[in-house]
Every structure is written in structure tokens, then in C-alpha cells.
């Protein structure tokens, strides 16, 4: 009668199952790593692929701002001889769906702003130039008293951009304030290439820069504030004597009737004034009822990521061109 019983695993059968037992599993790790390291590539590619379509987005964004901005200048051309909040290229491009996320776009006119680098200084400075610094520091001052920052700030920065290393007196600061600061650095006494350097600056902190910020510019030249643009702070900041209800008289009068004459402006303003407070020969350089300077703020929104690009751009008489790109802050 055959045997039913099981033979008993010899120890040879026993270490060739254990053999099996680990070579399976050293593959299945290698698989499960391989697998993985697939995976990570993958998704790297992907996300490579989303911020790079985001990137393209963005600059389309900005050819569509640029065209505006284009259209504007053919347009001013015929007739509308302004810049003002109620044209085509200062409206806002809603959060607008495309391919994968979508697209939010804002111009925004740079002359509506203070110019920072209207404090810069040469060495040799012409007498003009120093007025105009001088009238610039003012509209500061009036500016940062308006937000109930300290107006110590005014000279600081004014040292800042100057092309001397005299400290003006008594809250100015040259070399020898921040050569003493952990980690020490110097004053640029050059224009500013973005208005963040303020925060260099003696006397201006996070909070200080923040409340400051949607208020200021710097930009590669000297430029005049557009009427049509500015906000109501920024009026007021222009004119001594101009209160809160006197602004919005003037923002109410663009509103209907956007200025196409420095001239008119002041008019309208010693109406309000009811006198002729405005010596209009000192303040007219600075004004300007049209800009040369905008931003354009691009933010665009994909599945996991968010792309924001700032483009500086400039129109001339002829033409619009891009000036500088930041991708993040500005
Ligand atoms: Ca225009
Ligand atoms: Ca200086």
C-alpha cells in the first residue's frame, strides 16, 4: 500500500525556500523603488510643465496689456489726449478661466504714484534739478504725515538717493549710520531700482513700508504725477491745505470730465481753494495728465501652483515696450 505520509523537507529544500523568499522580496523592493522613483519624475515633469504653461500664460497676459496700452497711444492720438482710470487699460481682467487654471490681470498706472527717485540728486546738480528735489521732498513729507508715519523718514531717504555723502541735518543718514549696522552696508546714493529698498532706509520698518507701499514708486527717471490717476492721499500730499472733502471734489470732477490740461487742473483747484493758493509755475512740472510708466500685475492659477509676474512698461510716443519682468515682488 503506498505511503500517504509526507516526506519531511530535507534542511536543503528548507535554505532554497528561504533563497526564493528573499530574492522575491529584494525584487519586489526594487520594483516598489523603481515605481516610486518613476512616480517622482513623473510629477517633477508635470509640475515643470504647469509652470512653464503658467509662464507662457503670464507673458501673454502681458502682450494683451501691452496692446492696451498701444491702442490707447493710436487712440490719443485721434483725440483722447489723457490717461485716466475710465480708459480700456486700467480696468481690471477678472479671474478669467483658461486651459488648466486661470488668469487675473491689473494695470496700473506708475504716475498715479510718488517717484521715489524724484529725490535723487547728482553731485553737480543743476539749480532746476534742486528745485525739483526740494518740491519732491515736500509732497513726501506731506505724504508720509498724511499716513501718520514719522516725516524724519524724508531726509533719510533723501540721503539715500543723493549723489553726496552729507548727512542733511537733523534726520538724514549717510555711510556712516549703516556702516555701524550688523550685517553694515552702505548708502546707494544712486536711483533706486525698486521701491522695496526702502526698507534699507533708516526708520523704516515692515509696518512703515507697508502702509507706504501702495503710495510709492521708483522709477528710472524723474516723472510727474498724473491728476487723473493719483489717488485722494496722494492729492492731498500735493497741495498744502487740501483736505479730504477738497480731494474728492477734484476725483468727482475727473470722474466726469478726465483732465487733458495740467492748466485746468489748477484751475479747478484754486476753485476749491477759493484763492490762489497755487503758485501754478512751482507745482506744474510736477503734474501731468498723462503717464509714460505702467505696471502690469499677472497672477496666474494652476492645478497645484501660482505663477505672479510684474512687467514694468513704458509708452512712449511711438511705441510700448517692456521694461523689466519680476516674477514674485516687486
Ligand atoms: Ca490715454
Ligand atoms: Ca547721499
Same mark, same amino acid.
Request: charged content about 25%; aromatic content about 6%.
Given at each position: 500500500?503506498?505511503?500517504? %505520509?509526507?516526506?519531511?523537507?530535507?534542511?536543503?529544500?528548507?535554505?532554497?525556500?528561504?533563497?526564493?523568499?528573499?530574492?522575491?522580496?529584494?525584487?519586489?523592493?526594487?520594483?516598489?523603488?523603481?515605481?516610486?522613483?518613476?512616480?517622482?519624475?513623473?510629477?517633477?515633469?508635470?509640475? #515643470?510643465?504647469?509652470?512653464?504653461?503658467?509662464?507662457?500664460?503670464?507673458?501673454?497676459?502681458?502682450?494683451?496689456? %501691452?496692446?492696451?496700452?498701444?491702442?490707447?497711444?493710436?487712440?490719443?492720438?485721434?483725440?483722447?489726449?489723457? &490717461?485716466?482710470?475710465?480708459?480700456?487699460?486700467?480696468?481690471?481682467?477678472?479671474?478669467?478661466?483658461?486651459?488648466?487654471?486661470?488668469?487675473?490681470?491689473?494695470?496700473?498706472?506708475?504716475?498715479?504714484?510718488?517717484?521715489?527717485?524724484?529725490?535723487?540728486?547728482?553731485?553737480?546738480?543743476?539749480?532746476?534739478?534742486?528745485?525739483?528735489?526740494?518740491?519732491?521732498?515736500?509732497?513726501?513729507?506731506?505724504?508720509?504725515?498724511?499716513?501718520?508715519?514719522?516725516?524724519?523718514?524724508?531726509?533719510?531717504?533723501? =540721503?539715500?538717493?543723493?549723489?553726496?555723502?552729507?548727512?542733511?541735518?537733523?534726520?538724514?543718514?549717510? =555711510?556712516?549710520?549703516?556702516?555701524?549696522?550688523?550685517?553694515?552696508?552702505?548708502?546707494?546714493?544712486? %536711483?533706486?531700482?525698486?521701491?522695496?529698498?526702502?526698507?534699507?532706509?533708516?526708520?523704516?520698518?515692515?509696518?512703515?513700508?507697508?502702509?507706504?507701499?501702495?503710495?510709492?514708486?521708483?522709477?528710472?527717471?524723474?516723472?510727474? #504725477?498724473?491728476?487723473?490717476?493719483? =489717488?485722494?492721499?496722494?492729492?492731498?500730499?500735493?497741495?498744502?491745505?487740501?483736505?479730504?472733502?477738497?480731494?474728492?471734489?477734484?476725483?468727482?470732477? %475727473?470722474?466726469?470730465?478726465?483732465?487733458?490740461?495740467?492748466?485746468?487742473?489748477?484751475?479747478?483747484?484754486?476753485? #476749491?481753494?477759493?484763492?490762489?493758493?497755487?503758485?501754478?509755475?512751482?507745482?506744474?512740472?510736477?503734474?501731468?495728465?498723462?503717464?509714460?510708466?505702467?505696471?502690469?500685475?499677472?497672477?496666474?492659477?494652476?492645478?497645484?501652483?501660482?505663477?505672479?509676474?510684474?512687467?514694468?512698461?513704458?509708452?512712449?510716443?511711438? &511705441?510700448?515696450?517692456?521694461?523689466?519682468?519680476? #516674477?514674485?515682488?516687486?
Amino acid at each position: 500500500m503506498p505511503s500517504n %505520509r509526507v516526506k519531511p523537507r530535507t534542511h536543503e529544500q528548507g535554505v532554497a525556500l528561504l533563497t526564493a523568499i528573499i530574492i522575491v522580496s529584494m525584487a519586489s523592493i526594487a520594483a516598489v523603488a523603481m515605481t516610486h522613483d518613476l512616480q517622482l519624475s513623473i510629477r517633477r515633469t508635470g509640475n #515643470i510643465q504647469t509652470a512653464d504653461q503658467g509662464y507662457f500664460y503670464t507673458l501673454g497676459s502681458e502682450a494683451w496689456s %501691452r496692446g492696451m496700452l498701444i491702442r490707447d497711444l493710436k487712440n490719443r492720438k485721434k483725440k483722447e489726449d489723457y &490717461d485716466g482710470l475710465d480708459e480700456d487699460w486700467a480696468q481690471e481682467l477678472p479671474p478669467t478661466p483658461l486651459e488648466g487654471g486661470e488668469v487675473r490681470a491689473v494695470t496700473t498706472d506708475l504716475q498715479a504714484r510718488f517717484n521715489l527717485n524724484n529725490l535723487y540728486l547728482e553731485k553737480e546738480a543743476k539749480d532746476e534739478d534742486k528745485k525739483l528735489a526740494a518740491s519732491a521732498l515736500t509732497i513726501f513729507q506731506r505724504l508720509l504725515r498724511l499716513l501718520e508715519l514719522p516725516e524724519s523718514i524724508t531726509q533719510a531717504t533723501a =540721503d539715500w538717493l543723493d549723489e553726496n555723502v552729507n548727512a542733511l541735518f537733523p534726520n538724514g543718514a549717510e =555711510d556712516m549710520e549703516y556702516l555701524s549696522l550688523d550685517p553694515p552696508y552702505r548708502t546707494a546714493n544712486g %536711483r533706486m531700482a525698486s521701491p522695496t529698498e526702502l526698507r534699507l532706509i533708516k526708520g523704516v520698518d515692515q509696518e512703515v513700508f507697508e502702509k507706504l507701499a501702495p503710495y510709492i514708486t521708483a522709477l528710472p527717471e524723474r516723472s510727474a #504725477i498724473n491728476v487723473n490717476t493719483a =489717488d485722494k492721499l496722494l492729492l492731498q500730499a500735493l497741495f498744502d491745505g487740501l483736505d479730504e472733502a477738497d480731494a474728492e471734489l477734484l476725483l468727482s470732477e %475727473r470722474e466726469e470730465n478726465p483732465f487733458t490740461e495740467t492748466q485746468t487742473f489748477l484751475t479747478k483747484l484754486n476753485d #476749491i481753494l477759493d484763492e490762489n493758493a497755487v503758485e501754478s509755475e512751482e507745482i506744474e512740472p510736477l503734474l501731468s495728465v498723462d503717464s509714460h510708466f505702467f505696471q502690469l500685475e499677472t497672477v496666474v492659477r494652476m492645478e497645484n501652483s501660482s505663477q505672479r509676474l510684474i512687467s514694468l512698461l513704458h509708452k512712449s510716443e511711438k &511705441d510700448v515696450v517692456v521694461v523689466s519682468r519680476t #516674477i514674485g515682488a516687486y
